[in-house]
């Protein structure tokens, strides 16, 4: 509810199992993937058509 009134995105662990394990590698793994997007290390896409148009010019280039 919070999330969806304040327009930011959350992660939910719905169960008895993960706990604050799961809660810290998800954290931590978050930190690591938005420092490669900042480094241009890693492009974030917007999904399938993104990434189909992106194997459509690789396919031309070949």
Not at 18 to 32: D, F, P
Not at 39 to 51: F, N, P, Q, V
Request: proline share 2%; hydrophobic share 40%.
């Amino acid at each position: 509810e919070v999330s969806e009134a304040y327009d930011v995105p959350a992660i939910t662990n719905v169960g008895r199992r993960g706990g604050s394990g799961l809660a810290a590698a998800l954290t931590n793994e978050l930190i690591h993937v938005a420092k490669d997007v900042r480094t241009d290390d890693l492009e974030l896409e917007l999904g399938a058509e993104a990434r189909a148009a992106r194997n459509r010019d690789a396919a031309e280039d070949e």
